[in-house]
């Protein structure tokens, strides 16, 4: 922990350039955030929002079962979409989408509606209704992006899985969500080659009960297998009259599963108290109707989600979605982007920058970034040279602005790191560019945003301040899930809801989270349960028990190590892995043992990562734990 602490902590606080004349003190932040501790708060900023009907009051319930703006009635589509109809908005650009291959599509609000209200009327023709789910299996071109807009047109609920996620983790959430449709591509390009995630659905569908409807949106024009009377291709679809839905302010908008160390959780939220909080902190953060924004994180995750689908376009900004990833053709793509199409506001992770800092300075030095004003982290711990790193290379650009020089590289544009979690729904951290700014402290998600009560406390619910303690958040917020697995409420202790990280909080209250403080892994920013990967591994011939965790990794900032009893091969093993639960759940390392102690799994998993990250010793099987470190340092 003490090492770890060493590369994320700092005491150094910057105010970049631009913001010179903006920022604020820490006593004056301190004022302005304790002030914004009540319910009422959250009630002003949700007047922004169209209701159809108030709400009567603003928050019933005990957490975790909590219900905000209750009375409510509001269109959700109206919110993302239509507040734009009869502004300039309306015929401004929401949407630049580019594919792998060069390809570019640009979408006008109006043109986004007019494809929304089409897709109502093709999900509604496949028996979709109000309340029913809808999943996506798919990368974000401008087809699912509209099908995705679609479902909240008509109220149904939808749930992207990330394709990076292998067949038997789309196959256990189809089998919980039970979707009525399920919305795919023939397949997408990667690194020039077609990825057939058409494919893996099929292989999906054999290993569920559940079986829906399939649409399939060409993207590569592949050819693709279509079960007679389950798949129908989108071009090929009915089509029928569809009403926009006015729903409650619980109603379900759109849901995810996540890793908790017993398996896939699932995570609803609720239309009316969500759109508040993601219009607010996406206001908060930078975004207004004339930036052109990039995020390059996909729907598939909650950043992807609530700052793609969601805030920008309630904001009116123009959003930038990539199709292909950071390194093709060349490791300058993402760079080519923000310079092509005069990027304002960059939202990436800090485990891309690790990836970028570690390439030829040429490719960056190659492109104008001027227009850069704002650049936004997240994902998963920065460490302090990272940071610095962006704020030097990325974010000074080619003209002087006040005292940045470019040729010494002195930072000129913010970059803000946040923290997100998918329960949380939003940022729930930060120095806010359009609210109060605070000077940055590098390594750190910055303090609380105004209405989240978060700290940092010990075992006994104590604050604790320039020591690890466990992250908290004291009071409900309104993205709030209306539906949840019992491993989200036993999070829920006295009142308070312990998040699952180790972080310290330093006296002006910025927060420098240090990692998951229990068995789940945080791997390159995805969040990946250790019982998934041991339900892959025991799947193999051979294989009698298996137990994952994780270890520091200086890229990925952890990886997967599995520990398997048996005579399975370890490649064998990989191999059943990656197909499952999809390459992003690669081990590291596979390890085979004659003997798995006979414990509580979950004990077992925290044992090994803490004896990984620290050496704390469990007496029981210290032993044990000894030889498992000794084989990986072997490998």
């Known amino acids: 922990m003490e090492e770890l602490l060493k590369e994320l902590y700092s005491d150094e606080r910057v105010v970049p350039p631009l913001f010179k004349y903006k920022a604020v003190g820490p006593s004056q932040?301190?004022?302005?955030?304790r002030d914004s501790l009540r319910p009422e708060f959250w009630a002003r900023e949700a007047v922004g929002l169209v209701w159809e009907r108030p709400w009567s009051k603003i928050l019933e319930g005990e957490p975790p079962s909590v219900r905000w703006f209750v009375g409510?009635?509001?269109?959700p589509y109206k919110n993302v979409i239509g507040r734009h109809a009869g502004t300039w908005v309306w015929e401004k650009i929401a949407l630049i989408w580019r594919g792998e291959e060069g390809l570019v599509k640009a979408y006008t609000y109006s043109d986004l509606d007019r494809l929304a209200v089409k897709y109502s009327g093709v999900l509604k023709a496949l028996g979709v209704g109000r309340g029913d789910w809808v999943m996506f299996y798919a990368p974000p071109t401008p087809e699912v992006l509209a099908l995705m807009l679609a479902s909240v047109r008509i109220g149904a609920p939808f749930e992207p899985v990330f394709t990076g996620f292998g067949h038997g983790d789309l196959a256990a959430r189809i089998e919980d969500r039970r979707p009525k449709v399920l919305v795919t591509v023939d397949a997408f390009p990667r690194r020039g080659r077609p990825v057939k995630v058409k494919e893996a659905v099929d292989k999906a569908l054999r290993l569920t009960r559940h079986i829906p409807k399939v649409l399939v949106v060409r993207r590569m024009e592949v050819d693709v297998e279509l079960a007679g009377g389950r798949d129908i291709l989108l071009d090929d679809a009915p089509s029928t009259d569809a009403d926009e839905a006015v729903v409650e302010s619980s109603h379900p908008l759109f849901g995810l599963h996540v890793g908790y160390e017993g398996g896939l959780g699932r995570v609803v939220h609720g239309a009316g108290g969500y759109l508040a909080q993601?219009?607010?902190?996406?206001?908060?953060?930078?975004?207004?109707?004339?930036?052109?924004?990039?995020?390059?994180?996909?729907?598939g995750w909650i950043t992807g989600i609530t700052y793609v689908v969601f805030g920008p376009l309630m904001v009116g900004?123009?959003?930038?979605?990539?199709?292909?990833?950071?390194?093709?053709?060349?490791?300058?793509?993402?760079?080519?982007?923000?310079?092509?199409?005069a990027v304002t506001v960059f939202l990436t992770t800090a485990g891309a920058l690790r990836l970028f800092s570690r390439q030829d300075p040429k490719l960056l030095e190659a492109h104008n970034?001027?227009?850069?004003?704002?650049?936004?982290?997240?994902?998963?711990?920065?460490?302090?040279?990272?940071?610095?790193?962006?704020?030097?290379?990325v974010g000074t650009g080619t003209?002087?602005?006040?005292?940045?020089?470019?040729?010494?590289?002195?930072?000129?544009?913010?970059?803000?790191?946040?923290?997100?979690?998918?329960?949380?729904g939003t940022f729930v951290t930060g120095s806010l560019p359009n609210y109060v700014f605070v000077p940055i402290a590098p390594g750190s998600v910055?303090?609380?945003?105004?209405g989240f009560h978060i700290d940092v406390v010990d075992e006994a619910g104590r604050p604790v301040r320039g020591r690890p303690g466990q992250l908290a958040v004291k009071a409900p917020w309104p993205a709030m899930p209306v539906e949840y697995s019992e491993w989200y409420a036993e999070r829920w202790v006295g009142g308070v809801y312990y998040v699952g990280d180790y972080a310290v909080m330093a006296d002006d209250m910025n927060i420098f989270p240090l990692g998951r403080s229990d068995a789940v892994m945080k791997v390159n920013g995805y969040r990946i349960s250790p019982a998934v990967l041991e339900k892959a591994a025991l799947s193999v011939p051979g294989v009698e028990d298996a137990v994952a965790f994780a270890v520091r990794d200086p890229q990925k900032f952890e990886a997967p190590v599995l520990v398997i009893k048996g005579s399975a091969r370890p490649e064998d093993v990989r191999r059943a892995v990656r197909e499952y639960a999809g390459p992003i759940a690669d081990p590291a390392k596979v390890v085979a043992v004659e003997e798995i102690p006979a414990v509580d799994k979950g004990a077992l998993r925290r044992a090994l990562k803490a004896y990984m990250r620290s050496g704390a010793v469990d007496e029981k099987i210290g032993g044990w734990l000894e030889k498992i470190a000794e084989k990986l340092r072997e490998a």
């Open 72 to 75: 409510g009635l509001l269109s």
């Open 278 to 299: 993601t219009y607010a902190t996406t206001r908060w953060i930078g975004l207004r109707p004339r930036d052109t924004y990039f995020c390059t994180v996909l729907p």
């Open 317 to 341: 900004s123009t959003v930038v979605v990539y199709e292909g990833g950071p390194d093709y053709p060349q490791w300058d793509i993402w760079w080519s982007v923000l310079e092509e199409y």
């Open 369 to 393: 970034l001027d227009t850069l004003k704002l650049i936004l982290t997240t994902a998963e711990p920065m460490e302090v040279k990272y940071w610095k790193w962006a704020y030097q290379y």
């Open 29 to 33: 932040y301190e004022r302005i955030y």
């Open 399 to 424: 003209a002087p602005s006040i005292d940045s020089l470019p040729e010494k590289l002195s930072g000129r544009a913010p970059v803000i790191h946040m923290f997100i979690q998918t329960e949380l």
């Open 446 to 450: 910055g303090p609380p945003m105004p």
